[in-house]
């Protein structure tokens, strides 16, 4: 299985600012995922983090508002830029290995 | 692109009972059909899965059945415990096709 580490696992953070959220995972994967949560609600994704190109966003997610970085095939970063409350929510990376979807742990985002 | 559905959004059973979470799926080219958990603050896990080739596979009390003429699979959950609340996510992808699509989620309460 492979592991994956994500930081901060949570942040509150005045609006008008920017945060950094990083995944690494423990083995090279082709894609990876950032996802949207809210508490016990559905997984929306934002984009998928391509290494060497640029990302591909998901309707409703522009790259000026959530930036992605791809440096390499362990590593991944998402920024939520320019936060509002409305960006409050549970931030998840993934990566499929062999089928199989791995996520990090969640970085939870309170925005005041 | 696939699209993946899941009802219901939320299911309650009584502790003993059967519970039963049913997704579908659109893109016919999809072959390889995962489960994942998610328990309250914890990141989503692979619980069981199932490959456009075979109908049915049982794990212990938790099963999976495909329908690949109607594009639906179905979890089922045998003799539920109340450590089986959670959220569920079904999802749908092509093997060797890093583009995973999930379904929005199922909250299982389950009542001792």
Known sequence: SAVISQKPSRDICQRGTSLTIQCQVDSQVTMMFWYRQQPGQSLTLIATANQGSEATYE?????????????????????????????????????????????????????? | G??????????????????????????????????YKQELGKRPQLIIDIRSNVGEKKDQRIAVTLNKTAKHFSLHITETQPEDSAVYFCAASINNNNDMRFGAGTRLTVKP
């Open chain 1, 59 to 112: 309707s409703g997610f522009v790259i000026d508002k959530f930036p992605i970085s791809r440096p390499n095939l362990t590593f991944s970063t998402l920024t939520v830029s320019n936060m509002s409350p409305e960006d409050s929510s549970i931030y998840l990376c993934s990566a499929i290995r062999e089928t199989e979807a791995f996520f990090g742990q969640g970085t939870r985002l309170t925005v005041v």
């Open chain 2, 2 to 35: 696939e699209n993946v559905e899941q009802h219901p959004s939320t299911l309650s059973v009584q502790e003993g009972d059967s519970a039963v979470i049913k997704c579908t799926y659109s893109d016919s080219a999809s072959n390889y059909f995962p489960w």
